[in-house]
């Protein structure tokens, strides 16, 4: 399964962005779907997962009840709607497929199996 992220920018404090995650040479219902974050001179980190199924979702303690991680299994597609950026929100974003169900170990880098590219946001002040 092959990733692409995209929909990342300029964005002032404040705004919005939805970024979405196209599979390709695969099916995504297979999978959970993670959205992973690096800022300069920092490791990546967890930032949301969704269920194979849409049933279940969890997020980092610092994007919960301003961004929200949704799928459509029909167009092979998951999205990240992020309200109310903030500064410290620029990253480059990652989504990242992975066979594993557990969300205590969905939080982890290590259990994704298949990562795309990165799409970078900046959230100006």
């Known amino acids: 399964v092959q990733l692409q992220a995209f929909g990342g920018g300029l964005v002032q404090a404040g705004g919005s962005r939805r970024l979405s995650c196209a599979a390709f040479g695969g099916t995504l219902s297979a999978y959970s779907m993670g959205w992973f974050r690096q800022a300069p001179g920092k490791e990546r980190e967890f930032v949301a997962v969704?269920?194979?199924?849409?049933?279940?979702?969890y997020y980092t303690t610092s994007v919960k009840g301003r961004f929200t991680i949704s799928r459509d299994n029909a167009k092979n597609t998951v999205y990240l709607e992020m309200n109310s950026l903030k500064p410290e929100d620029t990253a480059v974003y990652y989504c990242a497929a992975s066979g594993q169900a557990s969300s205590a170990t969905l939080v982890r880098v290590s259990a994704y199996d298949y990562w795309g590219q990165g799409t970078q946001v900046t959230v100006s002040s």
């Open positions: 969704i269920a194979w199924s849409g049933g279940w979702t």
